[in-house]
């Protein structure tokens, strides 16, 4: 390209690159994080990505609480998913503790995470759609996950911070009256889910605005190590829950969805599809169910029934015991990962043998895609930014823990 | 594990690329949610909330409170169980002796909790005081979600106020943890020891 | 006529004009929470109240609330800004506005008292020139309060609207001159004029293909979703970023106003203005005249009939231009540009073209 011709009278005005930063406190960066951005008009020449605005050592806090006050961190990890954290932590630490669940318990658990993954996705679409501009489609979807929520209040009694595993089975078991719930929430959350399609899915605006931004390559997703819908959308099909099939997910049918292209629109109609997928999972999971109890009948590991505790010196004794002094695990360690909805979310922990664990690892799921992620704007406009950060799904509390 | 969703995921044909008719399309489904909640104006998902309020599930921790026995005492015996089991280290319970003791089912109870609080802002309502209780003494199904304060010295809330038994619209089930059927707890007192303590 | 009553006659024209634009953006405020709240499941602004009176009135009190709250709050300054550019943009938003106004006919003429009296504040031989002009007036506002606010993510927000009313300032333009070779003018009370009669007289039907261009251009000169790219409030919280109080005020009721002159316009052009089909005012006058009679009362109550049907059609357009914000995601920088200048210019220029040879096979038949 030539020279552009100079009028020696003209100054001509600085091009330099602008330096701004997206963050930490921004419209779109949801979750504390600093984007260093390097602009050349509107396009992104360079970034930068600086975390740690959130940090809350949740490792270290891990040392000093007994194995299952600890799940009260979990839920504070990917506050979306919490039950899938909890849930993950506690088969961590049953792997480590050679606990072998109850069916019914390992069915619940495969019924809170899929639930929790309908919640995730649903926030995760509804929050990138809402960066966007559409914010109806955001009220919609959020109005699924709220019944969702509801569910889980009904559950747990919680509705964001669930705590409902504990080392050795679940704290609460389903309620009578669970599968009305589900059918009623889900044909809302399908009904929303149609809306939001009929919205977004085919609208040029949206399909402009999303396709063929933030792309990724299979090669480079596998290279920094993505997982979940990001890893998926690049064509690689792998899905612990199928490679790896955990609790009860062998018996129950479903599809994994794949994208093409690496971009957001992939991403996007993945999340679409999975939570179609994990509502099928769960309608299976009804179904099959067996009776019986939630948790181990093991008073060293599982807190006795109410009525020992009330009425006999036994029950009352071991009870004290675990409150006082927690679950005694062998020393050892063990990682367990699950398909979280955002992707592999595992939990590394480290027992002396005791009370206490030793040391607790979570791998964070939008770590390497957060990471990576300078890489999948550089070059595109400071609007790309916005629906690739919200389809890589950075939650804050998870990335810095 | 090959798949099936792409038929969305395909090039958007000549009507699409149009703008027009899939905007159309979209305002349809906002004007039909506009419709529907302009003239059915009590169907409208959003409740107002401090007026009308969603139903909470029995199961729902909220704001503590402690139970009584059947004479009116409190059932706290001062054991520091739910103290020692709260991740977040709110609770904190003085321990007074009584000059008389009195007796329940098989116990003899001769303590009780001269001060107990909670720090409301920093309780993190996980359940476990409740789950770790051995005398059914502490709940968190009173349908109270948090109580409005102005200065955080407010939110300590102290035993008057605890064992006040809670004003709350919904029905109280009892649900102890774990289990599905509500247990009874031993809360009847009675005249005398039932059986002959031993004297240490 | 004496020079009085045509004093009198502009003044109170001034003050029905002036008065509807400006209760009308005011009430939009209120309409767009009220509205996007219908339709996103959600109540809305209900909570203002006069002490002692329990009647709500449906949350409009929220916009005295809005009104005090925006006068006591800080007025805000960045220490480095360009102080009198960052003071004068906000005036610059509305005062042009308000100007452009004065075109738009709300009704045809009337007899008052023995005068003829056209309402519409003042009829230029311009015509709608006059309302581009003013209209391309306010982009001054965004870039100089984007400029003076030494933020840069003002100043890109600037930049992106002084691109955008430019690009779309043509298409809005063209998409007129359509509408111009159809009625053969440029002058709005003779449009207005020209559409009596049968629905078959109206602009949608003789431009239906041009009035979508149109909507598109009018929308994108608003500067309101899907083209609130100025704004954008989740990339660059937009040109307004520094401003607070009333200036604020003054960008957002600017915001508002431009809604409303859209749809003045919209109605203006392509859906018949005052007129409703197969109605003629004059013979309504002149019915009037014989059952009521009088030298003010026929008249009056015409040119009220005129503005409520010009009113509710306005209206109406609000709220579709509502209906479109609450729907649509919004573009991206160069999608906007490739709308407006691969899109729309071009399908102006064929909408002119088509218009044109139409008439010449209507002329030469």
Known sequence: ???????????????????????????????????????????????????????????????????????????????????????AYMSAVEKLAGIELPARAQWMRVIVSELSRVADHLTCVAASVMELGGLSVYLYLIEAREEIYMIFDKICGSRLTHSVARVGGMAYDLYDGFED??????????????????????????????????????????????????????????????????????????????????????????????????????????????????FVHDYKIFVPPKKETYNHIEGLIHHFELVMN????????????????????????????????????????????????????????????IPTFGSINMIGGELER | ????????????NFWERLYYPEIARGLAVTLKHFTRNWVRKKDVPTKEYPEERFPLSYRTRGRHYLTRRSDGRLSCVACMMCAMACPANVIKIEIGQLDEPYYTGRQKIDRYPKSFTIDQLACIYCGFCVEACPEDAIRMDSGITMEAVTDRDEAVVLIDHLSQEPQSEHEIIYNPLPGKEPEAAPLEVQDAAPFKLREY | MEPLWQAIAALVKIAIIFGFGMTVAAILTW??????????????????????????????????????????????????????????????????????????PFGGTVTLSGYEISLQVANLNAGILFLLAFGSLSVYSSVLGGFASDNKFGLIGALRTSAQMVSYEIALGLTLVGVFMVYQTVMLDEIAAAQAGSLLNWGIVAQ???????????????????????????????????????????????????????????????????????????????????????????????????????????????????MVRWTLPRLRYDQLMAFGWKLLLPLALVNVVLTALVLVIVDSL
């Not at chain 1, 330096?19 to 396009?43: R, V």
């Not at chain 1, 063990?334 to 206490?356: K, L, Q, R, T």
């Open chain 3, 208 to 322: 239906p293909f041009g009035f979508l261009l149109f909507l598109a251009a009018a929308i994108a000169e608003t500067k309101r979703a899907p083209f609130d790219l100025p704004e954008g409030e989740s990339e660059i919280i937009g040109y307004f970023l520094e401003y607070s109080g009333l200036k604020f005020g003054l960008f957002f009721i600017g915001e508002f106003l431009e809604v409303v002159i859209a749809a003045m316009l919209i109605t203006t052009l392509f859906f018949g203005s005052y007129h409703i089909p197969w109605l003629d005012w004059a013979a309504v006058e002149v019915w009037l005249n014989g059952l009521i009679g009088g030298a003010w009362l026929p008249g009056l109550i015409t040119a009220c009939l005129m503005m409520g049907v010009f009113v509710v059609k306005v209206l109406f357009f609000c709220f579709f231009q509502l």
């Open chain 2, 1 to 12: 594990m090959p798949f099936k969703y792409m038929d969305n995921n395909r090039e958007l």
């Open chain 1, 181 to 294: 719930d589900i059918e009623r929430v889900f044909a809302l959350t399908r009904k929303f889910m149609d809306q939001g399609h009929v919205m977004l899915t085919r609208n040029r605006i949206f399909y402009d605005r999303m396709r063929d931004t933030g792309t990724v390559s299979e090669a480079d997703a596998i290279d920094f190590g993505f997982t979940g819908p990001v890893l998926r959308s690049t064509g690689c099909a792998y899905d612990i829950r199928k490679a790896m099939p955990y609790w009860t997910y062998d018996q129950v049918e479903f599809d994994v969805p794949t994208g093409e292209r690496g971009d957001n629109y992939d991403r996007y109609l993945i999340r679409m599809e999975e939570m179609e997928q994990a509502m099928r999972i769960v309608e299976q999971a009804i179904e099959k169910i067996p009776e019986g109890d939630v």
């Open chain 3, 31 to 104: 309409q767009e929470r009220k509205q996007s709240a219908a339709i996103q499941d959600r109540i809305g602004p209900n909570r203002a109240a006069i002490p002692g009176i329990p009647f709500k009135f449906w949350g409009l009190l929220h916009l005295a609330a809005d009104g005090v709250k925006m006068i006591f709050k800080e007025d805000f300054m960045p220490a480095n800004a360009s102080k009198f550019l960052f003071q004068i943009a906000p005036l610059v938003a509305v005062v042009p506005l308000i100007l452009s106004m004065a075109v738009i």
């Open chain 1, 326 to 385: 927690g679950p005694q695990i062998k020393a050892g360690d063990a990682y367990f990962a699950i398909e979280s909805p955002n992707g592999e979310h595992g939990y590394y922990v480290v027992s002396e043998g005791g009370g206490m664990p030793y040391r607790v690892r979570a791998r964070p799921t939008c770590m390497p895609m957060t990471m990576f992620f300078p890489e999948m704007v550089k070059g595109s406009m400071i609007a790309d930014i």
């Open chain 1, 1 to 87: 390209m030539s020279e552009p011709r100079q009028d020696p009278q003209v100054k001509r005005l600085p091009d330099d690159v602008m330096d701004i930063q997206l963050g930490p406190s921004h419209p779109a960066m949801h979750g504390i994080i600093k984007l260093d951005t390097k602009l050349s008009g509107e396009t992104v020449v360079d970034m930068e990505v600086s975390m740690g605005y959130l940090h809350r050592a949740f490792e270290k806090m891990c040392e000093h609480r007994d194995w299952n006050q600890n799940v009260v961190f979990t839920d504070r990890l990917n506050y979306c998913s919490a039950a899938a954290n909890n849930c």
